[in-house]
Protein backbone atom coordinates (compact mmCIF):
# COMPACT_ATOMS: atom_id res chain seq x y z
CA UNK A 1 0.00 0.00 0.00
CA UNK A 2 2.67 2.40 0.27
CA UNK A 3 4.89 1.42 -2.40
CA UNK A 4 1.40 2.37 -4.43
CA UNK A 5 0.67 5.20 -2.84
CA UNK A 6 4.37 6.47 -3.11
CA UNK A 7 4.14 5.43 -7.39
CA UNK A 8 0.72 7.63 -7.43
CA UNK A 9 2.35 10.68 -5.84
CA UNK A 10 5.57 10.29 -7.77
CA UNK A 11 3.03 10.21 -11.01
CA UNK A 12 1.09 13.58 -9.65
CA UNK A 13 4.46 15.62 -9.03
CA UNK A 14 6.22 14.49 -12.37
CA UNK A 15 2.58 15.16 -14.55
CA UNK A 16 0.89 17.84 -12.61
CA UNK A 17 3.41 19.88 -9.96
CA UNK A 18 5.91 20.24 -12.19
CA UNK A 19 4.10 21.09 -15.15
CA UNK A 20 2.76 25.08 -14.51
CA UNK A 21 0.02 24.94 -16.89
CA UNK A 22 -1.70 21.49 -15.67
CA UNK A 23 -0.54 23.08 -11.67
CA UNK A 24 -3.23 26.20 -12.72
CA UNK A 25 -5.76 24.16 -13.84
CA UNK A 26 -5.22 22.22 -11.03
CA UNK A 27 -5.82 24.61 -8.54
CA UNK A 28 -9.27 25.60 -10.60
CA UNK A 29 -10.43 22.32 -10.23
CA UNK A 30 -9.91 22.18 -6.39
CA UNK A 31 -11.21 25.64 -6.50
CA UNK A 32 -14.62 25.31 -8.07
CA UNK A 33 -15.09 22.06 -6.06
CA UNK A 34 -14.56 24.04 -2.77
CA UNK A 35 -16.71 27.19 -4.04
CA UNK A 36 -20.25 25.86 -3.24
CA UNK A 37 -19.36 26.52 0.65
CA UNK A 38 -19.18 30.00 0.13
CA UNK A 39 -20.95 31.06 -3.03
CA UNK A 40 -25.11 32.20 -2.90
CA UNK A 41 -27.58 30.28 -4.67
CA UNK A 42 -27.21 32.88 -7.42
CA UNK A 43 -23.26 32.40 -8.05
CA UNK A 44 -23.94 28.54 -7.77
CA UNK A 45 -26.36 28.98 -10.89
CA UNK A 46 -24.20 31.10 -13.09
CA UNK A 47 -21.21 28.73 -12.34
CA UNK A 48 -23.52 25.67 -13.03
CA UNK A 49 -24.86 26.83 -16.39
CA UNK A 50 -21.15 27.75 -17.07
CA UNK A 51 -19.80 24.26 -16.50
CA UNK A 52 -23.06 23.21 -19.01
CA UNK A 53 -21.31 25.43 -21.69
CA UNK A 54 -17.84 24.42 -20.99
CA UNK A 55 -19.15 21.26 -22.02
CA UNK A 56 -20.74 22.68 -25.43
CA UNK A 57 -17.82 24.87 -26.13
CA UNK A 58 -15.02 21.89 -25.96
CA UNK A 59 -17.34 19.84 -28.14
CA UNK A 60 -17.14 22.34 -30.76
CA UNK A 61 -13.44 22.46 -30.48
CA UNK A 62 -13.39 18.60 -31.62
CA UNK A 63 -14.80 19.78 -34.74
CA UNK A 64 -13.32 23.51 -35.63
CA UNK A 65 -10.20 23.42 -33.46
CA UNK A 66 -8.81 19.77 -34.25
CA UNK A 67 -10.20 18.68 -36.95
CA UNK A 68 -10.81 21.89 -39.33
CA UNK A 69 -14.55 21.56 -39.56
CA UNK A 70 -16.41 25.22 -39.32
CA UNK A 71 -19.36 24.15 -37.75
CA UNK A 72 -21.71 27.38 -37.64
CA UNK A 73 -24.46 25.41 -36.54
CA UNK A 74 -23.63 23.73 -33.76
CA UNK A 75 -26.78 24.55 -31.73
CA UNK A 76 -28.54 21.65 -34.51
CA UNK A 77 -26.49 19.46 -31.37
CA UNK A 78 -27.85 20.83 -28.35
CA UNK A 79 -31.43 21.56 -29.30
CA UNK A 80 -31.70 18.11 -30.48
CA UNK A 81 -30.62 16.54 -27.11
CA UNK A 82 -33.07 18.98 -25.66
CA UNK A 83 -36.31 17.88 -27.25
CA UNK A 84 -35.17 14.68 -27.34
CA UNK A 85 -34.91 14.62 -23.60
CA UNK A 86 -37.81 16.80 -22.99
CA UNK A 87 -40.04 14.62 -24.64
CA UNK A 88 -38.80 11.05 -23.31
CA UNK A 89 -39.03 12.43 -20.03
CA UNK A 90 -42.52 14.02 -20.35
CA UNK A 91 -44.17 12.06 -22.57
CA UNK A 92 -42.99 8.44 -22.01
CA UNK A 93 -42.07 9.60 -18.06
CA UNK A 94 -38.37 8.49 -18.16
CA UNK A 95 -36.00 8.59 -16.02
CA UNK A 96 -34.11 12.32 -16.23
CA UNK A 97 -30.82 10.70 -16.52
CA UNK A 98 -31.76 8.18 -19.04
CA UNK A 99 -33.53 10.62 -21.24
CA UNK A 100 -30.06 12.87 -20.84
CA UNK A 101 -28.40 9.84 -22.40
CA UNK A 102 -31.16 9.15 -24.95
CA UNK A 103 -31.15 12.84 -26.20
CA UNK A 104 -27.09 12.55 -26.24
CA UNK A 105 -27.42 9.95 -28.86
CA UNK A 106 -29.94 11.11 -31.22
CA UNK A 107 -27.91 13.94 -31.52
CA UNK A 108 -25.21 11.68 -32.36
CA UNK A 109 -27.46 10.50 -35.11
CA UNK A 110 -27.71 14.05 -35.96
CA UNK A 111 -24.07 14.81 -35.99
CA UNK A 112 -24.07 11.37 -38.88
CA UNK A 113 -26.38 13.78 -41.05
CA UNK A 114 -24.66 16.80 -40.79
CA UNK A 115 -21.59 14.82 -41.39
CA UNK A 116 -22.47 14.00 -44.67
CA UNK A 117 -21.89 17.49 -46.50
CA UNK A 118 -18.11 18.00 -44.52
CA UNK A 119 -17.10 14.85 -46.45
CA UNK A 120 -17.38 17.09 -49.63
CA UNK A 121 -17.82 20.31 -48.42
CA UNK A 122 -14.81 22.72 -46.38
CA UNK A 123 -13.92 25.86 -44.99
CA UNK A 124 -16.38 28.45 -45.87
CA UNK A 125 -19.24 26.18 -47.97
CA UNK A 126 -19.42 23.52 -44.93
CA UNK A 127 -19.95 26.62 -42.44
CA UNK A 128 -22.85 27.89 -44.85
CA UNK A 129 -24.68 24.66 -44.83
CA UNK A 130 -23.91 23.53 -41.41
CA UNK A 131 -25.62 26.98 -40.79
CA UNK A 132 -28.92 26.00 -41.81
CA UNK A 133 -29.11 23.36 -39.80
CA UNK A 134 -30.54 24.91 -36.73
CA UNK A 135 -32.84 27.02 -39.05
CA UNK A 136 -34.16 24.18 -40.74
CA UNK A 137 -34.55 22.45 -37.14
CA UNK A 138 -36.28 25.57 -35.51
CA UNK A 139 -38.86 25.28 -38.52
CA UNK A 140 -39.55 21.47 -37.78
CA UNK A 141 -40.20 22.71 -34.19
CA UNK A 142 -43.13 24.92 -35.77
CA UNK A 143 -44.72 22.76 -37.57
CA UNK A 144 -45.56 20.04 -35.26
CA UNK A 145 -46.54 22.26 -31.92
CA UNK A 146 -48.89 19.57 -30.92
CA UNK A 147 -45.23 17.17 -30.53
CA UNK A 148 -42.50 19.57 -29.84
CA UNK A 149 -45.28 22.84 -28.05
CA UNK A 150 -43.93 25.16 -30.97
CA UNK A 151 -43.28 28.80 -29.45
CA UNK A 152 -43.82 28.04 -26.11
CA UNK A 153 -41.73 24.48 -26.18
CA UNK A 154 -42.16 21.91 -23.84
CA UNK A 155 -42.08 22.67 -19.95
CA UNK A 156 -42.80 20.42 -16.85
CA UNK A 157 -39.26 18.82 -17.22
CA UNK A 158 -37.80 16.42 -13.74
CA UNK A 159 -35.25 18.44 -12.37
CA UNK A 160 -31.92 16.74 -12.36
CA UNK A 161 -31.50 17.12 -8.26
CA UNK A 162 -33.57 19.31 -6.42
CA UNK A 163 -31.08 21.47 -4.78
CA UNK A 164 -28.57 24.48 -6.39
CA UNK A 165 -26.01 22.71 -5.25
CA UNK A 166 -26.43 19.64 -5.75
CA UNK A 167 -27.15 20.67 -9.45
CA UNK A 168 -24.29 22.13 -9.45
CA UNK A 169 -21.84 19.33 -8.44
CA UNK A 170 -23.79 17.39 -10.94
CA UNK A 171 -22.93 19.68 -13.61
CA UNK A 172 -19.39 19.90 -12.25
CA UNK A 173 -18.44 16.55 -12.08
CA UNK A 174 -20.01 15.98 -15.69
CA UNK A 175 -17.93 18.29 -17.36
CA UNK A 176 -15.02 17.33 -15.44
CA UNK A 177 -15.55 13.76 -17.00
CA UNK A 178 -16.54 15.02 -20.66
CA UNK A 179 -13.62 17.42 -20.59
CA UNK A 180 -11.07 14.58 -19.71
CA UNK A 181 -12.44 12.39 -22.50
CA UNK A 182 -12.50 14.41 -25.33
CA UNK A 183 -8.84 16.28 -24.20
CA UNK A 184 -7.78 12.72 -24.03
CA UNK A 185 -9.28 11.42 -27.68
CA UNK A 186 -7.64 14.84 -28.88
CA UNK A 187 -4.26 14.71 -26.80
CA UNK A 188 -1.32 14.19 -29.54
CA UNK A 189 0.94 13.04 -26.92
CA UNK A 190 -1.15 10.09 -26.05
CA UNK A 191 0.55 6.81 -26.16
CA UNK A 192 -2.39 4.94 -26.82
CA UNK A 193 -5.19 6.73 -28.42
CA UNK A 194 -3.87 8.68 -31.40
CA UNK A 195 -6.94 10.35 -32.95
CA UNK A 196 -5.52 13.33 -32.10
CA UNK A 197 -2.61 13.41 -34.23
CA UNK A 198 -4.69 12.21 -37.23
CA UNK A 199 -6.88 14.27 -36.90
CA UNK A 200 -4.02 17.39 -36.72
CA UNK A 201 -2.95 16.02 -40.14
CA UNK A 202 -6.39 16.05 -41.65
CA UNK A 203 -6.94 19.66 -40.97
CA UNK A 204 -3.51 20.79 -41.80
CA UNK A 205 -3.62 18.50 -45.27
CA UNK A 206 -6.35 15.95 -45.96
CA UNK A 207 -5.23 15.10 -49.09
CA UNK A 208 -1.63 14.08 -47.83
CA UNK A 209 -3.34 12.28 -44.77
CA UNK A 210 -5.59 10.56 -47.15
CA UNK A 211 -2.10 9.62 -49.58
CA UNK A 212 -0.52 8.43 -46.22
CA UNK A 213 -3.38 5.37 -45.78
CA UNK A 214 -5.46 7.45 -43.68
CA UNK A 215 -9.42 7.03 -43.54
CA UNK A 216 -10.16 10.64 -43.58
CA UNK A 217 -13.85 9.69 -43.82
CA UNK A 218 -14.11 7.50 -40.93
CA UNK A 219 -12.51 9.61 -38.43
CA UNK A 220 -14.98 12.87 -39.64
CA UNK A 221 -17.40 10.74 -38.94
CA UNK A 222 -16.12 9.80 -35.67
CA UNK A 223 -15.40 13.68 -34.92
CA UNK A 224 -18.89 14.89 -35.75
CA UNK A 225 -20.28 11.74 -33.56
CA UNK A 226 -18.32 12.66 -30.46
CA UNK A 227 -18.82 16.58 -31.11
CA UNK A 228 -22.92 15.56 -30.99
CA UNK A 229 -22.29 13.60 -28.06
CA UNK A 230 -21.09 16.28 -25.95
CA UNK A 231 -23.11 18.58 -27.51
CA UNK A 232 -26.04 16.93 -27.30
CA UNK A 233 -25.53 15.91 -23.36
CA UNK A 234 -25.39 19.55 -22.40
CA UNK A 235 -28.61 20.66 -24.15
CA UNK A 236 -30.38 17.42 -22.44
CA UNK A 237 -28.67 18.53 -19.20
CA UNK A 238 -29.68 22.49 -20.09
CA UNK A 239 -33.50 21.27 -20.55
CA UNK A 240 -33.56 19.69 -17.29
CA UNK A 241 -32.05 22.37 -15.43
CA UNK A 242 -34.66 25.18 -16.78
CA UNK A 243 -37.09 22.27 -17.26
CA UNK A 244 -38.29 23.70 -20.53
CA UNK A 245 -36.81 22.58 -24.22
CA UNK A 246 -37.88 25.80 -26.63
CA UNK A 247 -36.35 27.13 -29.32
CA UNK A 248 -33.96 29.18 -27.60
CA UNK A 249 -31.96 25.88 -27.69
CA UNK A 250 -31.95 26.19 -31.81
CA UNK A 251 -30.89 30.34 -32.02
CA UNK A 252 -27.72 30.81 -34.49
CA UNK A 253 -26.92 33.19 -31.13
CA UNK A 254 -26.60 29.97 -29.02
CA UNK A 255 -24.37 28.43 -32.17
CA UNK A 256 -21.94 31.52 -32.31
CA UNK A 257 -21.76 31.36 -28.68
CA UNK A 258 -18.74 27.84 -28.51
CA UNK A 259 -16.72 29.58 -31.80
CA UNK A 260 -16.51 32.74 -29.31
CA UNK A 261 -15.35 31.21 -25.99
CA UNK A 262 -12.77 29.03 -28.31
CA UNK A 263 -11.07 31.74 -29.77
CA UNK A 264 -11.09 33.61 -26.76
CA UNK A 265 -9.55 30.65 -24.39
CA UNK A 266 -7.82 29.30 -27.89
CA UNK A 267 -8.78 26.93 -30.11
CA UNK A 268 -7.60 23.23 -30.68
CA UNK A 269 -7.12 22.70 -26.93
CA UNK A 270 -9.89 21.96 -25.66
CA UNK A 271 -9.46 23.27 -22.26
CA UNK A 272 -9.14 26.82 -23.67
CA UNK A 273 -12.99 26.98 -24.37
CA UNK A 274 -13.71 25.71 -20.93
CA UNK A 275 -11.38 28.88 -19.48
CA UNK A 276 -13.17 31.14 -22.09
CA UNK A 277 -16.15 30.47 -20.99
CA UNK A 278 -15.89 30.02 -17.11
CA UNK A 279 -14.61 34.31 -18.17
CA UNK A 280 -17.06 35.28 -20.43
CA UNK A 281 -20.50 33.79 -19.46
CA UNK A 282 -19.92 34.76 -15.46
CA UNK A 283 -18.68 38.46 -17.06
CA UNK A 284 -21.76 38.85 -19.05
CA UNK A 285 -24.16 37.20 -16.36
CA UNK A 286 -22.87 39.62 -13.57
CA UNK A 287 -22.89 42.62 -16.21
CA UNK A 288 -26.92 41.59 -16.46
CA UNK A 289 -27.21 42.89 -12.35
CA UNK A 290 -26.40 46.20 -13.26
CA UNK A 291 -28.80 48.89 -15.45
CA UNK A 292 -26.30 49.82 -17.84
CA UNK A 293 -24.43 46.80 -17.67
CA UNK A 294 -27.13 45.47 -19.46
CA UNK A 295 -27.52 47.90 -22.38
CA UNK A 296 -23.60 47.78 -22.97
CA UNK A 297 -22.56 43.87 -21.99
CA UNK A 298 -22.52 42.63 -25.45
CA UNK A 299 -20.56 45.76 -26.65
CA UNK A 300 -17.62 44.80 -23.15
CA UNK A 301 -17.72 41.43 -24.90
CA UNK A 302 -16.89 42.67 -28.07
CA UNK A 303 -13.95 44.71 -26.28
CA UNK A 304 -12.66 42.03 -24.78
CA UNK A 305 -12.87 39.72 -27.67
CA UNK A 306 -11.22 41.84 -29.68
CA UNK A 307 -8.27 42.87 -27.32
CA UNK A 308 -7.52 38.88 -27.34
CA UNK A 309 -7.20 39.04 -31.16
CA UNK A 310 -4.96 41.95 -30.76
CA UNK A 311 -3.13 41.15 -28.03
CA UNK A 312 -2.72 37.21 -27.84
CA UNK A 313 -3.78 36.37 -31.50
CA UNK A 314 -3.66 32.05 -30.10
CA UNK A 315 -5.88 32.59 -27.24
CA UNK A 316 -5.44 33.29 -23.32
CA UNK A 317 -4.44 29.68 -22.67
CA UNK A 318 -1.98 30.17 -24.81
CA UNK A 319 -0.49 33.07 -23.93
CA UNK A 320 -0.27 32.29 -20.34
CA UNK A 321 0.67 28.73 -20.92
CA UNK A 322 3.95 30.26 -23.16
CA UNK A 323 4.46 32.81 -20.42
CA UNK A 324 5.03 30.52 -17.39
CA UNK A 325 6.82 27.80 -19.56
CA UNK A 326 9.42 26.74 -21.30
CA UNK A 327 10.27 23.30 -23.00
CA UNK A 328 14.07 22.34 -22.73
CA UNK A 329 15.69 21.99 -26.34
CA UNK A 330 17.20 18.78 -25.66
CA UNK A 331 14.94 16.46 -23.67
CA UNK A 332 11.42 18.19 -24.82
CA UNK A 333 10.28 18.15 -21.22
CA UNK A 334 8.32 21.22 -19.97
CA UNK A 335 9.87 23.35 -17.27
CA UNK A 336 8.48 26.08 -15.38
CA UNK A 337 9.84 29.76 -16.46
CA UNK A 338 11.75 30.39 -13.77
CA UNK A 339 13.73 27.33 -13.96
CA UNK A 340 17.48 27.73 -15.43
CA UNK A 341 18.38 24.25 -15.78
CA UNK A 342 15.77 21.22 -16.97
CA UNK A 343 14.83 19.08 -14.56
CA UNK A 344 15.69 15.75 -16.03
CA UNK A 345 18.45 16.69 -17.94
CA UNK A 346 19.95 19.20 -16.87
CA UNK A 347 20.59 21.04 -20.13
CA UNK A 348 20.22 25.32 -20.32
CA UNK A 349 16.90 26.62 -20.22
CA UNK A 350 17.45 30.58 -21.36
CA UNK A 351 20.23 30.30 -24.03
CA UNK A 352 22.51 33.09 -24.64
CA UNK A 353 21.83 35.15 -28.17
CA UNK A 354 24.10 33.31 -30.37
CA UNK A 355 24.41 30.32 -28.89
CA UNK A 356 23.29 26.28 -29.53
CA UNK A 357 22.52 23.60 -26.85
CA UNK A 358 24.63 20.84 -26.34
CA UNK A 359 24.21 17.58 -27.78
Sequence with gaps: MHKFLLNNFYFFKLNILEIPWRMVLFVCIIFLALIPLVASDYVMRIL???????IFAASWDILGGYMGQLNMGHAAFFGVGAYVSALCNVNLGLSPYISVLIGALFSVFTGLIVCLPALRLRGFYLALVT???PVVLNGVV???PDLTG???GISGLSRLVATPIGNYYVMFITMLISVFTMWKFTDTQSRFIRTGVIMRAIREDEIAARTSGINTILYKVFAFAMSAFFAGL???MYAHLIRVAGPS????TLSFNPILWSIFGSISTIYGPVVGVFILHPMVELLRLNVIGEEIRIILQALVLILVLLFMPMGLTTWIRDHIEVTCLRCKVIN???RKKCRICGASLHLEKGKRPAH
Design 249 to 252: TLTL
Design 234 to 236: SGA
Design 131 to 133: LAF
Design 336 to 338: IFT
Design 48 to 54: TFACLFA
Design 150 to 152: GEM
Design 142 to 144: MLF
